[in-house]
T-cell receptor, first 111, second 117 residues
Framework: QKEVEQNSGPLSVPEGAIASLNCTYS??????FFWYRQYSGKSPELIMF????GDKEDGRFTAQLNKASQYVSLLIRDSQPSDSATYLC???????????FGAGTRLFVKA | ETGVTQTPRHLVMGMTNKKSLKCEQH?????MYWYKQSAKKPLELMFV???????ENNSVPSRFSPECPNSSHLFLHLHTLQPEDSALYLC????????????????FGPGTRLTVL
């Protein structure tokens, strides 16, 4: 079992729709959860971080965390073609130095 | 720009060469990281430094040698690399690598695209 699992995609959504990206993790001691966006040929860019169960909203982005189910998701509302990228989920144990990244989900937003 | 710079942006080297990658962060962070990103593979953590002390070495071959002279600068010295070492090498920094309630989100530099011939 991979430590952080993501569907590789591609996930294709029409412009204006909600894109839902999912991530599961295996370490129950994980405490910090991150979503990064990576455009082709570029480095990862932090979008959201979440530490507590529930939802966290920032503009068009909502991160959802369910520690009991070991599940974290990212919702992108009103998806735009510029949102087309690979989205990386990352997980870290509190007090640890090591961040584990998933392989990423490719999102394609059709104009 | 994230406040993390990396040089060079592109590097081509032979298997017998010695080269160094440089990373500098202007964010006042205390932790710095080296990652390797190969095609079709997840980001692989290589090294972590917290307040200049190495806290993680993720079983990286000795042909990769990190150096962290202060909290703002990080180097990766390369020697006798193999073609399979060709990848994007990313540097990142965070306020603190251990905080579980904030401050441990990482900011990445643009990366160095390394090709080993």
């Amino acid at each position: 079992q991979k430590e952080v699992e993501q569907n590789s995609g591609p996930l294709s959504v029409p412009e204006g729709a909600i894109a839902s990206l999912n991530c599961t993790y295996s370490d129950r001691g994980s405490q910090s959860f991150f979503w990064y966006r990576q455009y082709s040929g570029k480095s990862p860019e932090l979008i959201m971080f979440i530490y507590s169960n529930g939802d966290k909203e920032d503009g068009r982005f909502t991160a959802q965390l369910n520690k009991a189910s070991q599940y974290v998701s990212l919702l992108i509302r009103d998806s735009q073609p510029s949102d087309s990228a690979t989205y990386l989920c990352a997980v870290k144990r509190a007090g640890g130095f090591k961040t584990i990244f998933g392989a990423g989900t490719r999102l394609f937003v059709k104009a | 720009e994230t406040g993390v710079t990396q040089t060079p942006r592109h590097l081509v080297m032979g298997m017998t060469n010695k080269k160094s990658l440089k990373c500098e962060q202007h964010l006042g962070h205390n932790a710095m990281y080296w990652y390797k990103q190969s095609a079709k593979k997840p980001l692989e953590l290589m090294f972590v430094y917290n307040f200049k002390e190495q806290t993680e070495n993720n079983s990286v071959p000795s042909r990769f040698s990190p150096e962290c002279p202060n909290s703002s600068h990080l180097f990766l010295h390369l020697h006798t690399l193999q073609p399979e070492d060709s990848a994007l090498y990313l540097c990142a920094s965070s306020q603190d690598s251990r905080a579980g309630m904030g401050g441990d989100e990482q900011f990445f530099g643009p990366g160095t695209r390394l090709t080993v011939l």
